[in-house]
Each structure stands twice: as structure tokens, then as C-alpha cells.
Nanobody
């Protein structure tokens, strides 16, 4: 089992930057890919960014590509999402997720919620105009 705890959410003005963090505990040797998702109430959960430990490959949703960077600190068992040039439409809950799959090879697979086995409780990000 893996437990995920997000932090770092908050409020920022449009155009500003924010970094959210995800700390993993438990059987952290098991997951290979870590991801950030977001979900607006009433809509499907959207994959934002993914990083896989085996070769460092990353995947980004078009909505954040060029504005966000996902990274890992394996020593701290943490995954980060640096979000720049924030827009009001980025406002929502952000969730950290971990996948035990080691063959995450396509962006469609990487950004699909059903590819992930463990989820955090989420952290709120609010971008004001």
C-alpha cells in the first residue's frame, strides 16, 4: 500500500506561479509512475502531468504543456508540480496519484485515471483574475 499526501495548494493571481507537492509513504518501491490530476466539480478527472521513475519520461496534458513542470525527489519520496503562468481556469482540486504499472508508454494511458492505483486527498488551487 502507498499513501499520498498533497500540499502546497493555495491562492495565486493570474500569471503567477504555484508549486504543489506530493509526499509518498508506505511501499514506495512499488509505484513507477506518479501523476497529477485535477477535477472540477461535475466534470471528469483530468490528467495533468506524469513522471515515470524508470527512465524519467514525462507526459503533459495540452492544457498545461509549456506552463507546468513535473519533477521528483526520490530521496524525499516526493513529486512536485510547478505551475507557471497560472490562469483562472486552472482553479480546482489537484490530486496526486501513483501507478504500479511499468509499461506506461502512451500519453493516453498515462493521463487516464484508471491507470492509477493510489490517490491522495487533494489540494485546492485557486487562481484569481
Amino acid at each position: 500500500q502507498v499513501q499520498l499526501l498533497e500540499s502546497g495548494g493555495g491562492s495565486v493571481q493570474a500569471g503567477g506561479s504555484l508549486r504543489v507537492s506530493c509526499a509518498a509513504s508506505g511501499d514506495t518501491n512499488s509505484p513507477n509512475c506518479m501523476a497529477w490530476f485535477r477535477q472540477v466539480p461535475g466534470k471528469e478527472r483530468e490528467g495533468v502531468a506524469v513522471i515515470c521513475s524508470d527512465d524519467g519520461r514525462t507526459f503533459y496534458a495540452d492544457s498545461v504543456k509549456g506552463r507546468s513542470t513535473i519533477s521528483q525527489d526520490n530521496a524525499k519520496k516526493s513529486t512536485y508540480l510547478q505551475m507557471n503562468s497560472q490562469k483562472p481556469e486552472d482553479t480546482t482540486m489537484y490530486y496526486c496519484a501513483a501507478s504500479e504499472w511499468w509499461d506506461m508508454s502512451t500519453i493516453q494511458q498515462a493521463l487516464r485515471p484508471t491507470s492509477y492505483h493510489y490517490w491522495g486527498q487533494g489540494t485546492q488551487v485557486t487562481v484569481s483574475s
